[in-house]
């Protein structure tokens, strides 16, 4: 069952053998590939003492948190440079590299092209902040080339890339962290210190509602849009393998709103949630998915819906995981993992660090009394502590950019240690994220099928 497969999962020697998928996307990155292929020679052993030396893949808004990321870690002692940038757009690319220069003081190389980056043979590591649909291809390419990887979430958005990514990573022996950073975040590890230890009991079920007013990822007048032109950049290359259409600066820059590219919440705030379910129950993918929304707040021109729900089953736990977004009201985020013994509970939204843990006082039925603390009267909520930060106060919310998940990925560079948001846990959000997306447009129940790997409509026996 579960325990088997996960375990299997979690073997860096497990080989796979499938079809290069990347190949099969009508040639688009075909040649990006090949190059990467004879470029693993040009990966180097990080010295305890050598500077590691990174590049980024992608210099839209989410590389600028990145690069703070690193300057964070580079201010808590870790020797890194940023020494490259690409992107197809030369103004994304410009910004980034006069953003580089004020942030780290040096003037990095620029490049349109990832192979033409990736052929660098001094560059250590690269990051790939890209849209939501070009992670796992990308990611793919970077390890190919003999390069650490830092990919942001989700790593992919459908089954196929997921496994096109996993199975390079895997052959390729290169540390890959994935976005995933609350994973590294300690109020969020202590959380899973708790929930290892019994306190709670029984875990019977996971509730996460994370929410937003506004019209997400929708700018009317967004500026870039009005200034792109496709001479300006290449969208063949951007499109990476997905259905064509002819070139739509909304769509370039708009993406998490269109169908064909995104799911929009599943792909941004629900592989975060589906990320730490797994994280905190010490296990891979739903069993199962069911959905509902749509677009009940924003009739604008978004194809994803701003109102979403999910509910899944871990069966090998017995967990229930609920998860909702809604972008028409911000009220009332919170977080509660619910045990048997004990409830921990959080009043905030996605990454929330401020956790209360609360004990159960009776478990009975009439006469029928499992357990009964009420003797002792009713405690007041217990604010978790990490270690370390026992004398601070957690904010409810925390910025995204947190130096946690850098400074991990660095130090593991270095060690090539297993890093907090290793391939595993992207290819398990990422499944849970396809999951979930299908589930909502089908409107079927999904099943992951965990001998074959495949997700269902129907359970697999």
């Excluded at 190389?109 to 990051?127: H, I």
């Amino acid at each position: 069952m579960a325990t088997a497969q996960d375990n299997k999962r979690n073997s860096n020697e497990q080989k796979i053998t499938r079809r290069n998928f990347l190949g099969q996307a009508g040639g688009v990155a075909a040649g990006a590939m090949a190059m990467a292929g004879t470029a693993a020679s040009y990966s180097r052993v990080v010295g305890a003492n050598d500077r590691i030396r990174i590049g980024q893949i992608g210099c839209s808004d989410r590389s600028g948190g990145l690069r703070r990321m690193l300057k964070l870690s580079m201010e808590k002692g870790h020797n890194i440079e940023l020494v490259s940038l690409c992107d197809i757009w030369n103004v994304n690319l410009d910004k980034a590299a006069a953003d580089v220069k004020e942030l780290f003081g040096n003037s990095p190389e620029t490049f349109k092209y990832s192979e033409d980056l990736l052929a660098e043979r001094d560059l250590d590591a690269v990051m790939v902040a890209t849209g939501d649909h070009q992670h796992a291809r990308i990611l793919a390419e970077v390890v190919r080339a003999g390069k650490d990887a830092y990919c942001e979430k989700p790593m992919a958005n459908t089954l196929e890339d997921a496994k096109l990514a996993h199975e390079a990573v895997l052959e390729s022996g290169q540390v890959a962290q994935m976005g995933s950073q609350w994973l590294s975040c300690p109020y969020h590890r202590k959380v899973r210190e708790i929930i290892r230890s019994g306190r709670l009991g029984k875990i019977t079920k996971i509730e996460q509602s994370w929410n937003y007013n506004g019209p997400r990822w929708y700018l009317p007048r967004d500026p870039d849009i009005a200034a792109i032109r496709e001479q300006d950049t290449d969208w063949e290359r951007w499109l990476l393998g997905r259905p064509w259409r002819p070139f739509d600066p909304r769509v370039y820059f708009e993406f998490r709103i269109v169908r064909d590219f995104s799911g929009g919440i599943t792909d941004q705030w629900y592989s975060h949630g589906a990320g730490l379910a797994h994280f905190f129950l010490d296990t891979f993918i739903p069993d199962d998915t069911v959905a509902n929304g749509g677009i009940f707040a924003w009739h604008d021109v978004r194809e994803n819906p701003d109102t979403f729900q999910c509910l899944s089953t871990f069966q090998s736990k017995e967990v229930l995981y609920s998860y909702s977004s809604s972008f028409g009201n911000y009220h009332g985020d919170h977080t509660v993992i619910r045990g048997t013994e004990g409830t921990l509970y959080s009043p905030g939204g996605e990454g929330s660090p401020r956790w209360y843990f609360k004990p159960e006082m009776v478990s009975a039925w009439g006469d029928n009394v499992v357990f009964d603390h009420s003797a002792k009267g009713e405690p007041e909520p217990e604010m978790v502590k990490a270690d370390g930060l026992e004398n601070e106060i957690p904010p409810v919310r925390q910025d995204d950019n947190l130096s946690n998940h850098t400074d991990n990925w660095l130090e593991c560079i270095r060690s090539r240690k297993r890093p907090h948001g290793s391939i595993e846990t992207g290819f398990a959000h990422a499944v849970a994220v396809v999951m979930a997306t299908r589930a909502y447009r089908e409107g079927k129940k999904m099943f992951w099928d965990r001998n074959n790997e495949e997700i269902l409509d129907h359970p697999s026996n």
